[in-house]
């Protein structure tokens, strides 16, 4: 594994300038990879029990000579797709559509990939009086179950437990450009201040950018984005993705199923353990 | 109170609980507040009101006389990200440890009505509750042990979430504190939770309704997002009652909704029932 990568001159970027372009409009999102990694994708609806989430694409396409099980956050470009795609935030139906094509992947054997791009699950009264906690909860402890190799990308927005409900997976890689956090700068500074203005002294302290998750041993590797980043060339972007995600795969289909869930278990049990290791860690502000 | 009659042996309550600070008139119903009164009710008022606890009072409540063991104690919170404003993290840390707390979460060993538990308490007093990387270490420390020995797990829950200060990977306590959870489950150890006033966001989205019995103090808050980002996010005007207690029960996210004063005797029963 590839971990202590900071390098404080790869990037030139201030961290609130990385958050614009992970949350830029023009950046690829999960189909315009999915149809480039697999033009013979078929979308799948639904999670069986009342509705389809549209903010969750899933389905099956061949993606190196296996058939493979797509998920990932879908946000809209125009105002109504945007709508109909709410922004990318699942509701409590897109855990279980989830879950739902997981325990579908598994029972033919196909592989998982999860594509991680979300501003967070919806904020709103539906989504409560529906259990949205409770959805996130049991996708979250479900995943730890599925015997079949999963790979997770963020591919821009990580927000918060609505990420981490897509996000457990045998090996997670983030894009050069993405950010994965515990809480939106909004939310963040909204929590500590009270005020969600402050959302760039937030930004700062939270320490979400692909490579600061690399420093602390939470991700796998950071994908590099074509120059003028991945919304300038979506088919490098989606190469560059593709080349990683089947690296990380290949060595997952040679592991026998209890030795994929074991270490899964304890990628996350220990996934602080590089902090715990070295005190002193924490790149200074 | 049905258990309670039906039971009376259980009356023998748990260690008395500590005294904790009150206002003088309840925000229930107004009435001056008799402290001595309050305390032999477990803090919870003629009206129905029940005060917070924190984790001191919580294990007095649940546990047998002198039967709690705590467990992994001297782990400490630290500032991994250098986080220093509105206020230096390790200062707050420091600050509530010489105040005498212990973390967001304590757990440890004990017997109830003679039945050996585990038990983690969170404590709303030590940064909201939430959950941090001791947290979420000494939950699936425990969860881990459980799930080798049998023995049942009850937790009781007071929490805003994730610890922003800790970034990340206080949102990875989550995935860690759920593994802990499926161990469980599959080794068959019940696990019964109680989700107290507030219940929120990354804690209530892992481990506190995942038990094989979710149990709520009445008007206890418990939801994922909280009413004032909610308002903010879709401006709606949310009901009376939105993510009450009773708003769960109603909405099927929790077995019971069950005052403090007969929770004892229904955990003693549950640990009867199941074996």
Redesign the interface.
Do not use: C, Y
């Given at each position: 594994m590839t971990r202590h990568g900071r390098k404080p001159d790869e990037s030139t970027l201030t961290v609130w300038q990385v958050i614009e372009l992970a949350r830029h409009p023009g950046r690829p999102y999960s189909l315009d990879y999915i149809r480039r990694l697999a033009p013979d994708f078929i979308e799948l609806h639904g999670d069986r029990l009342s509705a389809d989430d549209p903010a969750l694409v899933g389905g099956v396409g061949t993606w190196h000579g296996r058939t493979t099980m797509f998920l990932g956050h879908q946000k809209g470009r125009s105002l109504k797709e945007r709508v109909a795609r709410n922004w990318g935030m699942m509701h409590p139906e897109g855990y279980r559509k989830a879950i739902r094509l997981a325990h579908h992947a598994a029972k033919f054997g196909f592989p998982i990939v999860s594509l991680i791009d979300t501003p967070g699950a919806y904020p709103g009264a539906g989504a409560e009086e529906r259990g949205i906690a409770a959805a996130i909860a049991e996708a979250i402890m479900e995943w730890f179950r599925i015997p079949v190799p999963i790979v997770a990308a963020v591919i821009g927005e990580g927000g918060s437990g609505g990420a981490l409900g897509m996000g457990v997976a045998d090996r997670v890689i983030m894009l050069e450009n993405s950010i994965y956090s515990v809480a939106s700068p909004e939310a963040a500074a909204s929590i500590v201040w009270r005020d969600n203005t402050r959302k760039v002294e937030a930004a700062e302290q939270l320490q979400l950018t692909s490579r600061d998750l690399l420093a602390m041993g939470v991700v796998e590797e950071v994908v590099p984005e074509p120059a003028g980043s991945a919304r300038a060339d979506y088919d490098a972007a989606a190469a560059a993705l593709d080349e990683a995600l089947y690296r990380h795969l290949q060595p997952l289909l040679a592991q026998p199923t209890a030795d994929l869930l074991q270490h899964r278990y304890e990628r996350f049990r220990y996934i602080d353990s590089l902090v715990h290791a070295e005190p002193q860690f924490g790149p200074k502000i | 109170m049905a258990l309670a009659k039906a039971q009376p042996e259980l009356r023998i309550a748990g260690t008395k609980l500590p005294a904790i600070p009150l206002p003088t008139n309840c925000p229930g119903c107004g009435v001056g507040l008799d402290a001595d009164a309050l305390r032999k009710h477990n803090y919870v008022c003629e009206c129905g009101h029940h005060f917070r606890l924190g984790a001191d009072a919580w294990i007095a409540l649940i546990a047998d006389r002198s039967s709690w063991k705590e467990r992994w104690g001297d782990i400490r919170s630290?500032?991994?990200?250098?986080?220093?404003?509105?206020k230096p993290y390790q200062a707050v840390v420091d600050q509530l440890i010489e105040e005498g707390l212990n973390e967001a979460v304590r757990t440890g060993t004990c017997t109830l009505a003679g039945r050996p538990i585990w038990l983690a308490v969170f404590d709303f007093r030590f940064v909201g509750g939430t959950l941090s990387?001791v947290a979420?270490?000494r939950l699936?420390r425990g969860m881990e042990q459980a799930a080798a020995s049998g023995i049942p797990y009850v937790l009781i829950t007071a929490s805003?979430g994730?610890?922003?200060?800790?970034?990340?990977?206080?949102?990875?306590?989550?995935?860690?504190v759920?593994?802990?959870?499926?161990?469980m489950?599959s080794a068959g150890v019940p696990f019964f939770s109680v989700l107290t006033d507030p219940t929120f966001?990354?804690t209530?989205?892992?481990?506190?309704?995942?038990a094989d019995i979710n149990i709520a103090e009445p008007n206890a808050a418990?939801?994922?997002?909280g009413p004032?980002?909610?308002k903010?996010?879709?401006y709606?005007d949310?009901p009376a009652g939105?993510?009450s207690a009773e708003f769960q029960l109603a909405?099927?996210?929790v077995d019971l909704v069950l005052p403090r004063t007969e929770l004892r005797h229904l955990l003693a029963h549950l640990l009867e029932l199941y074996p």
């Open positions: - | 630290h500032d991994l990200l250098n986080w220093k404003v509105p990387i979420g270490e699936a805003g994730a610890r922003m200060q800790e970034g990340v990977l206080a949102l990875m306590q989550m995935a860690k759920n593994a802990a959870v499926g161990r489950h966001g990354g209530a989205a892992s481990l506190a309704l995942l418990i939801g994922f997002t004032r980002v909610i903010q996010a879709t709606a949310l939105f993510q909405h099927g996210q």
